[in-house]
């Protein structure tokens, strides 16, 4: 089982390790993932001989970034979302989303960035019709670009963007054709489902931050790598997993 004992982790926990412990706390029954009594590295989450923290190199971005979890997601090891934490743990921030009861320092975050975030989502009828989708990814002379992430499957993406009235304000935002071609370029065999990392690897190429677009899809090959192994739950030599290009 997952150890979440602070004393024996790697690095120090992120905003999404606190989201997703005090999520456990509140819950008033376990969640069972898959492989779900592993003994779990309780940084990375993966089976301890699939462990790649090694591979977790933290850095930094201009953009600030606010994940909204759906509850089902958050206690997934499976989970793209924790890697912009892992890797930009200063410049995100991490919440449970809720239809009618936002968080109340979520509304103070967004309150904040008020008239500089944006949601990370292809466009809708609905969105399009109120004029609340733009088509280029906007820049501010005077703050950070806050980006909100939809963390979920899609249908339940797309259930919380259209019944949180909360978010009608805010617009939102949807990767380019090219960069997603680019994108795929280089990742090849890919099956065009994109993972919630994948997707902001995208938006920081797109705002020009290529460094950290690539250190984040260089992560998210080896977590995929890791992930395969954890959940084939046999041992294998260190020399035997294979790592990321990088």
Known sequence: MT???????????????????TAKQNSQRDFVARGSNAERCPTCLMASFACFCHKRHPSSTSIQFT??????EIHKPTNSGRLIADLFPNQVDAYIWSRTEPDKHLIERLEKHHGHSIILYPCTDHREKNKAHIAQLPTFNNAPLHVIVLDATWRLASKMLHQSRWLDSIPTFGISENVQKTFMVRQAKHDHQFATAEV???????HGETLQSELLADYYDTFNQHSVLSRRRNQLPPKDIPTSKN
């Open 3 to 21: 150890n979440d004992d602070n004393t024996s982790r790697t690095f120090a926990p992120h905003r999404v390790d606190i989201l997703r412990n």
């Open 200 to 206: 902001v690897s995208m938006l920081l190429a797109q």
């Open 67 to 72: 994940l909204l979890y759906h509850y089902t």
